[in-house]
């Protein structure tokens, strides 16, 4: 896959599991960090890919020390983007030379939110001063894209919460932000502790999303994907891979990687993933054959996460033309010619719109 588009790193290390991650994540293990990294190196040496974006999510990729982070950055190949997802509390002056001197032109930051008791129900390690400490160092470092994650729905989140929340967000000026809905899964610890809460805050999803919108849209952001928001000339080139149903690699474990109607996944283990790299082996994974059909059915779905019409070309026969004609009688689709777009209504409703739209 040397010509693949875009490239995913998975660093699975964090400091501490919260309750509703259900992400590849290890806690610990500091002592595997190095080894961990010598094997995406292997990894990379052996696939030699040429991507446009390059992507290292985690986990926390920023939890491992200078000198690693520095030596996978260095071994890399060059990108138009390069994004690293990091933890407000771990970024350091240090730090943020390392990113910006390897090459890093795109930062994630997992702020979530910026009340301190809404924090602590996420199990956060970094309280709102740390969240602003780390935007002030990442941008005297010369970040020069920036993008803040936040999330809505918590439990014992109030409006007031949601709109303070939004209004400090706005005031650090990030250049992407993105937001989501809080989804626990069924039987995990914070399911089990905040059950019933998260049943009221259901009700008021609804509510809440069409607030963010409105409050980042005031402020001058695009609302340029469900869940994304952007000033202009900062779009996450990478996602925007994802969406529009580009071929992508993942190395790492738990890493997702499609090509064509190929879909696999690294399994999870550490251990297993260590042995058979350092054996000279590709990692375990398991493979997911796509049919053209299932191929098609996620490129119209994703393509119409965007506010960029979508051309339907050959998608135009998984389109019920009755169905899209009572949508664009209801305000919730846009059709013009062989171009579809959702409206601004159909978005806030895009799971029932899709379900309809289609045969």
Known sequence: MATVDHLYLHVPFCAHRCG??????????????????????????????????IFVGGGTPSLLADDLLARLLRGLPAAAEMTVECNPETITESKARVLVEGGVTRVSLGAQSFRGHLLEVLERRADPATVRRAVGILRAAGVTSLNLDLMFGVPGESGA???????????????????????????????????????????????????????????????YETANFCLPGHECAHNLGYWLGHDYLGLGVGAVSTHGLRRWRV????????????????PPQDDEP?????????????????????????????????????????????LDGDRVRLTDR???????????LLR
């Open 20 to 53: 509703y991650c259900d992400f590849v994540t290890v806690t610990g293990r500091e002592p595997l960090h190095g080894r961990y990294v010598d094997a995406l190196l292997a990894e990379l040496d052996r696939e030699r890919p040429r991507p446009r974006t």
């Open 267 to 282: 399994r999870p283990g550490l251990a297993g993933y260590l042995e058979a790299v350092e054996a000279g082996r590709r």
């Open 161 to 223: 919460d949601l709109d303070r929340d939004l209004r400090d967000l706005i005031a650090l000026a990030p250049d992407h932000v993105s937001t989501y809905e809080l989804e626990a899964k069924p039987r995990t610890r914070f399911t089990r502790r905040h059950g019933a809460e998260l049943g009221r805050q259901a009700e008021r999803l609804e509510y809440q999303y069409e607030r963010v919108v409105e409050l980042m849209r005031g402020a001058g952001y695009r609302w």
């Open 290 to 334: 796509l049919t053209v059909g299932e191929r098609a059915t996620e490129r119209l779905m994703l393509g119409l996460r965007l506010d960029r019409p979508l051309a339907l070309g050959d998608l135009r026969e998984l389109v019920d033309a009755r169905a899209a004609e009572r949508l664009v009688s209801a305000g919730a689709l846009e």
């Open 346 to 356: 159909g978005r806030f409703i895009a799971d029932d719109v899709l379900a309809g």
